[in-house]
């Protein structure tokens, strides 16, 4: 165990590393494909691995934007879209607070959000739209919460108003957590309850290994929608790809 957190730290190194050493001379597709590399890198030391329930082509870091959407069961999840397709994510602000995760988040341009504050949600549309603006793929989790990943709650319609007003595809995927060697449902990575991120940080690395099965839907596209009525619409194909993940 202790070899195992002395190789995240390094890969908590190589973050800081990457982040304020080689970022400002690299292009932005350069960026995502360190994102893309670093975040694989975590995953390994975490002893997570991503299986693809269905032939889904990752795509390539200069993709033309859209919004990837998840169910959300842990922190784990926003490297396992990372892995899929390099993104500026949106996190509640709490995150920013968490020990050197919070730092790292920062430095990639995480979209911190305070619920409940409806300025906070009108400068995270701002910022999302400027990041789409500008090329680049954003990724939330509009449950606004996490769960034991069994089911989806209702998605709030806040993250989906900046794809309907520059008409930018939606991506849903489901992500279920399984034990490797029976194949049950996994509560090892689930972010639940009054757990804090240091013991979830523990309770995954003390695992004898995750698999996080995804499932990808087919693009949505905004085009007659309001914010309400498209996050309905990718609500329903979540579930219906994590019912796929759950039989």
């Known amino acids: 165990m202790i070899i195992k957190y002395l190789r995240l730290l390094h890969t908590f190194g190589d973050a800081f590393w990457i982040l304020w050493i080689k ?13 893309r590399n670093w975040s694989q890198r975590t995953l390994d030391v975490l002893g997570v691995q991503v299986v693809h329930e269905a032939h889904y082509s990752v795509a390539p870091a200069d993709a033309a934007p859209r919004l990837m959407v ?26 920013k607070r968490w020990p050197i995760v919070g730092s790292i988040a920062t430095g990639c341009g995480v979209v911190f959000v305070n619920r409940g504050s409806p300025a906070s949600a009108r400068n995270m549309v701002d910022e999302l739209s400027s990041a789409l603006h500008h090329g680049y793929c954003v990724a939330g989790f ?3 919460t996490s769960s034991e990943g069994s089911s989806v709650k209702l998605f709030h319609g806040n993250l989906f108003e ?12 489901a992500i279920r957590y399984t034990n490797p060697h029976t ?3 996994c509560l090892k990575a689930a972010f639940i309850d009054d757990l804090g991120f240091v013991q979830s940080l523990h309770q995954v690395m003390s695992s004898t290994g995750i698999h996080a099965k995804v499932n990808v839907g087919d693009m ?22 994590l019912a796929l993940l759950n039989t």
Do not use: C, M, Y
């Open 23 to 35: 970022f400002p001379r690299l292009s932005r597709e350069r960026k995502l494909e360190e994102i």
């Open 70 to 95: 998840a169910n959300h069961v842990s922190w784990v999840d926003a490297l396992i879209i990372q892995t899929i397709q390099p993104s500026v994510f949106v996190a509640k602000a709490e995150v």
């Open 142 to 144: 509009p449950e606004g």
């Open 162 to 173: 900046a794809a309907v007003s520059h008409n930018i595809p939606v991506q849903p995927l």
């Open 183 to 185: 194949g049950a449902h």
């Open 220 to 241: 949505l596209s905004p085009e007659g929608h309001s914010r309400r009525t498209l996050a309905q619409l990718t609500q329903r194909s979540v579930s219906s790809q």
